[in-house]
Antibody, heavy 118, light 106 residues
Framework: QVQLVESGGGVVQPGTSLRLSCAAS????????MHWVRQTPGKGLEWVAF????????YYADSVRGRFTISRDNSKNTLYLQMNSLRADDSAMYHC???????????WGQGTLVTVAS | QSALTQPASVSGSPGQSITISCTGT?????VSWYQQHPGKAPKLMIY???KRPSGVSNRFSGSKSGNAASLTISGLQAEDEADYYC??????????FGGGTKLTVL
């Protein structure tokens, strides 16, 4: 079955960086676009970024553009999110999710928790 | 696109039917619904407004009337108690979620 396992979260200070990973198994990873979506108790689900199946195109939410970078390594079946200049309002559970259709997110991981606090 | 609007909570007794609304969707094709149990990953329940993925019970159905999409769960079961989120996907940079609805099975 499809498994997406996020890692790399933690507690960091404002202004610092963090890199999240999402390891995929049970699917042909290179055939799927991939999203990062974050979740907070107060704001619910918020789309963060999307990358095409081959990495050729990348898209970002206005709130993270210029600070976050999405990338992937299809040889390792792994998705990444490099987060720089972190702010308190970036604190959230970060989920990765697959996208083969460009109309819905098929499979999701359980997420990795990022807390930005001084 | 602004966040979609869902009721904060709904409830129903076992065997009953409930409907969760989602207003503000701009595309029919891109409407999907997700179920999330506490501490678990969201799970796709309905896609492209009315379609069910393989393995999802036919007690779950999707529809739309006017500007509001809806998720209906018939024959409520205890295991249906969860948070439900609608989503409008109208392009690679236009993915918007509703605020979520907590379903309580009484």
């Amino acid at each position: 079955q499809v498994q997406l396992v996020e890692s790399g979260g933690g507690v960091v200070q404002p202004g610092t960086s963090l890199r999240l990973s999402c390891a995929a198994s049970g699917l042909t990873f290179r055939n799927y676009g991939m999203h990062w979506v974050r979740q907070t108790p107060g704001k619910g689900l918020e789309w963060v970024a999307f990358i095409w199946y081959d990495g050729s195109n990348k898209y970002y939410a206005d709130s993270v553009r210029g600070r976050f970078t999405i990338s992937r390594d299809n040889s390792k079946n792994t998705l990444y999110l490099q987060m720089n200049s972190l702010r308190a309002d970036d604190s959230a559970m970060y989920h990765c999710a697959t996208d083969r259709s460009s109309s819905y997110l098929d499979y999701w991981g359980q997420g990795t928790l990022v807390t930005v606090a001084s | 696109q602004s966040a979609l609007t869902q009721p904060a909570s709904v409830s129903g007794s076992p065997g009953q039917s409930i409907t969760i609304s989602c207003t503000g969707t701009s595309s029919d094709v891109g409407v999907s619904w997700y179920q999330q149990h506490p501490g678990k990953a969201p799970k796709l329940m309905i896609y492209e407004l009315t379609k069910r993925p393989s393995g999802v019970s036919n007690r779950f159905s999707g529809s739309k009337s006017g500007n509001a999409a809806s998720l209906t769960i018939s024959g409520l079961q205890a295991e249906d108690e969860a948070d439900y989120y609608c989503c409008s996907y109208a392009g690679s940079t236009n993915v918007v979620f509703g605020g979520g609805t907590k379903l309580t099975v009484l």
